[in-house]
């Protein structure tokens, strides 16, 4: 790495100050997009000029368009670049299918006005979960820029149905997240048959050796770009952090009425297993709330609705795992809620790093079991949060009510049963009926209200 640039400013130049295409600011504005994001306003610059480099930032920063203006730029008049003739000269890889959907969605809004040979340019999502057939014919009609998980992409490319050769822009979307989920390998054997001529682009919220590695096998002097103080300052600062232990038979009644929280908006709860995921959305919408759940046992085609519901504003909860939430790109999200503590810091900063974001302010909420003060403590030393001593909450406790600003009469209930939003899919295999020493089965009870 042969240069850092740092700072915290929120937002500065404007996307025509920075040189880019007047069809892409004309694309950006229709979303009220006019000025850049810190992590944007240094990219660009760096991007646009074809050098390789690497943006550490969390969640939540605009590194969206931090890469994928200056790739649709370059892709559309860049003299270094050959011209596009439909086959793919970009490559975005993203570790999840939902985030595969988001980022090759926020390019086609960005490129809409961008056209080569008298046709739009072509932006393609590659993702596990569907039909090769119906991949592969939308490849064959042609491709300028590609989006897509590292499973599939490989699939293809081994069975000789994608050929990566002609790209010369590749872009690393949340590398820490794909080291997780062990896909490495299969990213170093795409890099590996790209054009060697390429621009290499690497996103990451945090920088571990094996990333770290990647970097000086497959990227040429890249430049280090920080939009904050990513080394110091993991979390959002305009995120309030609460953690307090909470018992397990009381967890549910906890979650439900700090749901009620006076102003809480969008709102993601995070689970550790697809099960829990799937049961304590079940648990919530038996409850009244309005919520839907994406976790990986759930039908592609569900996960999506259940995404799309989101955003919308149809629901206002969701419940997802670690993996599936990768694909929530929501700014407005003002709630972030650990049902149970996450593995490591890594996985803390990532889920908390849905709210706050992009200068918005937000509550990330911990709940832990007295089993999982071990694991909190790790957490808050190596994040420095200062919350080592978590206190002890029941749903009724005063100080409990205090903090979230709930009366003292709030119950769990806030309306009639509702379905999960994300069909039959989102929700959990039934629970086997325990049967009492009669032999009877014993009934199920919901949760209390």
């Not at 130049?13 to 944007?40: M, S």
């Not at 569907?130 to 064959?140: C, G, H």
């Not at 293809?156 to 994608?162: A, C, M, P, S, Y």
């Not at 990986?296 to 629901?315: N, P, V, Y």
Request: glycine share 8%; net charge neutral; charged share 25%.
């Amino acid at each position: 790495m042969n240069a850092a640039v740092t700072d915290a400013i929120k937002a500065g130049k404007t996307f025509v100050e920075l040189g880019v295409a007047a069809e892409i600011v004309d694309a950006l504005a229709e979303r009220n997009i006019h000025r850049a994001f810190a992590i944007q306003e240094y990219t660009l610059p760096i991007a646009l000029k074809g050098q390789d480099l690497i943006g550490q930032a969390r969640t939540g920063m605009g590194k969206t368009y931090g890469f994928g203006v200056p790739l649709l730029d370059r892709v559309f008049d860049d003299a270094d670049i050959t011209a596009p003739d439909g086959t793919a000269r970009a490559l975005v890889v993203v570790p999840t299918r939902e985030l595969c959907l988001q980022v090759a969605n926020d390019l086609e809004l960005a490129a809409q006005y961008l056209t080569v040979d008298g046709r739009p340019l072509m932006v393609t999502a590659i993702y596990g979960g569907v039909p090769f057939d119906k991949q592969t014919s939308v490849l064959a009609r042609g491709v300028d820029v590609l989006v897509g998980t590292p499973g599939r992409l490989l699939d293809l490319i081994r069975q000789g149905l994608l050929d990566v050769s002609t790209v010369e822009i590749v872009v690393l979307d949340e590398a820490d997240e794909m080291l997780d989920q062990g896909f490495l390998d299969d990213v170093s054997t795409i890099l590996s048959q790209t054009s060697t001529k390429r621009q290499t682009m690497l996103f990451s919220a945090t920088m571990p050796g094996p990333i770290v590695a990647l970097t000086r096998n497959f990227m040429t002097h890249p430049i280090l770009v920080q939009a904050d103080n990513a080394a110091t300052e993991a979390t959002h600062s305009t995120t309030t952090q609460i953690v307090f232990q909470s018992h397990k038979m009381d967890r549910m009644s906890t979650l439900a009425r700090l749901l009620q929280t006076p102003g809480r908006g969008r709102t993601i709860v995070f689970a550790r297993t697809k099960r829990q995921a799937a049961l304590v959305a079940q648990d919530l919408a038996h409850l009244g709330f309005r919520v839907g759940a994406v976790h990986g046992d759930m039908k592609q085609a569900d996960r999506e609705t259940s995404l799309a519901d989101f955003r919308t504003g149809a629901i206002d909860i969701m419940v997802a795992t670690d993996v599936a939430a990768r694909g929530i790109d929501v700014d407005d999200v003002t709630h972030v809620v650990n049902y149970q503590v996450p593995d490591d810091e890594r996985t803390y900063v990532h889920r908390i790093g849905r709210t706050g974001r992009a200068g918005n302010s937000g509550i990330a909420v911990t709940l832990l079991g007295w089993d999982e003060v071990t694991r909190w403590k790790a957490i808050d030393e190596a994040l420095g949060i200062g919350q080592s001593e978590p206190p002890q909450w029941f749903s009724s406790s005063p100080d409990f009510l205090e903090t979230f600003g709930l009366p003292s009469d709030v119950k769990d209930r806030v309306g009639a049963p509702r379905k999960v939003k994300g069909a039959q899919s989102a929700t959990a295999p039934a629970r086997r009926p325990r049967r009492h020493n009669d032999g009877g089965p014993r009934k199920h009870r919901g949760p209390r209200s």
